[in-house]
């Protein structure tokens, strides 16, 4: 029996994940949603509420989970709260970005880390907006761009420092996916990515790497 946690499963690519994953009564999944809702309903799946951008809800979320021995945490849940075309910044909406993709993310994290079993894996879904080696790079959500890119960062580092604990620690660009956030006209589909995350958990894998569709990609 494996036991992860997926933040973010009411919708897009944490609930196709969710439902990937819980389909194997081998794996337990303890799921996130601001409402503590989803619409999964499975005997093997808990949701329970967090906000990212509350520690108050992140300490509360942690005491639920804490005794449980983890395998594996998805940081899935984030926020792009820009429109299209928005370039310059706005450092309201920064702090708000990083205070989700990045700074809860982290405090979640770093809480969580006590829990995890040997060879356990952190997964940070982060973007190919957020890497540095992109060929069509423009201006354009320079606040989610900087917030997955930190995040980027805090992969590398956490492979690291948990290197000697046996902990693997990933990031995972998942490609331009059909979500609210990622609209209809998007090339992948939840579940495509969703399996993308399945196998990368499967594999074992290196830690400190970035991934995209079963390959490692430059950050
Ligand atoms: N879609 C894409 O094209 C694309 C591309 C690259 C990377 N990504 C990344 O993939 C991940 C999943 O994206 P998605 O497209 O599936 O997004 P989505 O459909 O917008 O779903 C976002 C999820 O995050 C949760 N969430 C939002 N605000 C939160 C908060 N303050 N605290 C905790 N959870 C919160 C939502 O919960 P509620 O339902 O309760 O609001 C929801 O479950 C994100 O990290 C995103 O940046 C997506």
């Known amino acids: 029996m494996k036991t992860g946690i997926i933040t973010g499963c009411s919708r897009g690519i944490g609930y196709a994940l969710t439902e990937l994953l819980t389909d194997n009564q081998n794996f337990k999944i303890i799921g996130t949603s601001t409402s503590g809702k ?86 940070n879904i982060t973007s190919d907006w957020g890497s540095f080696s992109e060929n069509n790079f423009d201006e354009f959500q320079p606040h989610y761009k900087m917030s997955k890119t930190a995040l980027n960062m805090y992969t590398k580092l956490l492979a690291k420092r948990l290197e000697e604990q046996n902990l693997i620690v990933s ?32 594999k074992n894998p290196e830690s400190g790497n970035f991934w995209h569709q079963g390959k490692v990609r430059e950050w």
Request: aromatic fraction near 6%.
């Open 171 to 202: 990031s995972l660009d998942p490609g331009w996916t059909q979500t609210d956030m990622g609209g209809n006209d998007a090339s992948r589909k939840p579940t495509e990515v969703a399996a993308d995350i399945r196998d990368l958990l499967r």
């Open 38 to 123: 989803c619409t999964i309903s499975k005997s093997n799946f808990v949701c329970y509420p967090l906000n990212l951008s509350n520690s108050n809800s992140i300490v509360t979320f942690v005491n639920k989970v804490k005794k449980l021995k983890i395998d594996f945490l998805i940081n899935n849940a984030g926020i792009l709260i820009e429109k299209g075309n928005d370039s310059v910044i706005n450092l309201e909406q920064l702090r708000q970005t990083f205070n989700v993709n990045l700074f809860g993310t982290i405090e979640l994290t770093e809480k969580l880390i006590p829990s995890f079993e040997k060879n356990g894996h952190i997964i």
